[in-house]
């Protein structure tokens, strides 16, 4: 398998699973609003996941479900930040604050790359992310500086992922091979400016972290993200060759 | 001199509209803010059954218009409530009494979404019987509900396009495919006829919503018309409707059909279908694990506000 096709899935799983929690919040959202915004953030995300997975599966003679639906745990090359449990709305915010955030700063880049296809991509999800970064900021202002509940579990959230966020960041052999991948190690110093910024003014204080967790790039996940597969690739599975 | 219910009454007869300044009898705006809480309920409550499958939709597409799809019911959802807002009621004090249990919601969402198939099969039956409601509501002589009802139909019938679809691509595919379409078609079929409501002789609020131009048809109209609709779509998918009684008039035009067992549909309005706890206990849930976020929303706008004055 080329590197290229590599790089393309881990981008798509971090879509790919980032919208399946997403989705989890429809019809379970604080409010109707939030039923809607957050059904739209998810679609964007499942937008990006499928056009990164078409495109890497056209480099293999694969589809975006074969990729979906038809590749074991092990394969999956997502954050694993993209796949813990959704936990409360504080998590839920917090986790759309570091990742879009990422992806926002990542997108950015990867619109002026040399391969057509993935700086047309990002080009569509730097518009998107964007958006998600805003509703994630208004949310982590509102509950930080909100009432004295809203504040703990806030806190609590932005330090529960915090040691989640390093693994956004490492480079690896294949980011140094292949020319068009964005190499992410740079843009820390960015995505921490921003996010510490928010987190400032949300009166929250800034997480610390003796530790970051490591793995997803490399196909070692956490415990949870098996559940979600089993979940998300079973009707599929339970008839091979059918098409829907 | 006309009196302000005198005009009321004028508009109605000329078959204009009410807006929410002009004077109504109080028998008029009750029945719309309960008519019209209950279709918001139900499409909030209706997020759920398919909502269920959002997880495990068989491909990526599927999944990404039945996430569409339920995102659309909630916008519904808002428009309707904010239709029901207009008649000097609020939305939150709609949810309690929702909440509560003394508020409905349609029936047809307390049945269980078994397969794949039955994404499909609710797209296809519920979206259609509800276009077949719906549609006259467009016309309905109170204002912002029927301007409400123009916007939710389109998107009611791109729903029921879409889950034909669902059922077309079964129909087409493995003997294990064609099998999930037909049991969801043998389950939906009788729950989707009662969505029309018990037959005209046993209904209760028909004859003064059709007098305030709220209701247009009967009930048992609005049924022959979905079967009429919807039995030539089953042939189309290679479908049986589940009902040996069922025959095409020639000289009427109509089809003829087994009425649905009422008994059943009046112990699940009571609260006795099968999933009638799950579907209230899942928006309770979500509404009470949501108080502390709404909460904190309201004081940080208090203190926004503080710091303007
Ligand atoms: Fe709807
Ligand atoms: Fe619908």
New interface residues.
Partial sequence: MSDLFDYTVRLGDDA?IAA?RT??W???????????AL??I??DQ??Q??SL?QYAGSLDGRT??DL??FREEREFRNLQLCELPNG??AHAMARLLYFATYQHLLYEELRTCADETLAGVAGKAVKEVAYHVDHATQWV???G???E??HR?MQAALEALWPYTGEMFESDELIGRLAVAVDPAPLRAEWERRVLAVIDESTCSRPEASYQHTGGRSGRHTEHLGYLLA??Q???RS?P???? | MLTRMDSFQATIDADGRIEPRDAMPEGYRKTLIRQIAQHAHSEIIGMQPEGNWISRAPSLRRKAILMAKVQDEAGHGLYLYAAAETLGVDRAELLDLLHAGRQKYSSIFNYPTLTWADIGAIGWLVDGAAIVNQVPLCRCSYGPYARAMVRVCKEESFHQRQGFEILHTLCNGTPGQKAMAQDALDRWWWPSLMMFGPPDAASTHSEQSMAWGIKRHSNDELRQRFVDMTVPQADILGLRVPDDGLVYDDATGHYTFTEPDYAELYEVVKGNGPCNEKRLAHRVKAHEDGAWVREAAAAYAAKRQEAVA
């Fill in positions: 790919l399946q989705a989890e429809i019809a379970a959202a604080p409010q109707l609003e939030e039923d809607v059904g739209n998810g679609l499942l937008g996941a499928r997975l975006e479900d979906a639906y409360d709305f202002l509102r509950l500086d909100g009432t509940e809203s579990r979940e998300l079973h009707v599929a008839h060759g059918a098409t829907w």
